[in-house]
């Protein structure tokens, strides 16, 4: 595995997942929300990357992806508050299917 490329493929897909924030204008922290969706992006790269092997298919990093991504969502969506934040629902179902491309690109490009 190529792990600068899993590296960036995490931390340009998180990036640009959590960049949607400059599209509240009510949001003053929206620097710190894109850093952190760059750290959760490349986290679920490398954890998608180190449990694959050389031999896995495209539809295992499909797989992998999504449920990394998922849970990763699931652990924001609980810090915010759970159900009580208004925006935190929105943030499984996109870190899931983040996390799933991310894992097809690295079936193809890091492998």
Do not use: C, H
Not at 10 to 32: N, T
Not at 63 to 83: D, E, H, M, T
Request: charged residues 10%; proline residues 6%.
């Amino acid at each position: 595995m190529n792990i600068p490329i899993v590296v960036l493929i995490g931390a340009v897909l998180g990036a640009l997942a959590a960049a949607g924030i400059y599209f509240e204008p009510r949001e003053p922290y929206k620097p710190q929300i894109v850093a952190a969706g760059t750290i959760r992006g490349t986290l679920v790269a490398v954890l998608t990357g180190l449990s694959m092997s050389p031999d896995s298919g495209w539809l295992s990093g499909l797989g992998l992806g999504a449920v990394y991504g998922a849970l990763f969502g699931l652990v924001i969506y609980l810090a915010k508050g759970g159900s009580a934040s208004k925006d935190a629902p929105f943030v499984i179902p996109v870190s899931g299917i983040t996390g799933a491309l991310s894992g097809l690109l690295i079936v193809w490009l890091a492998f």
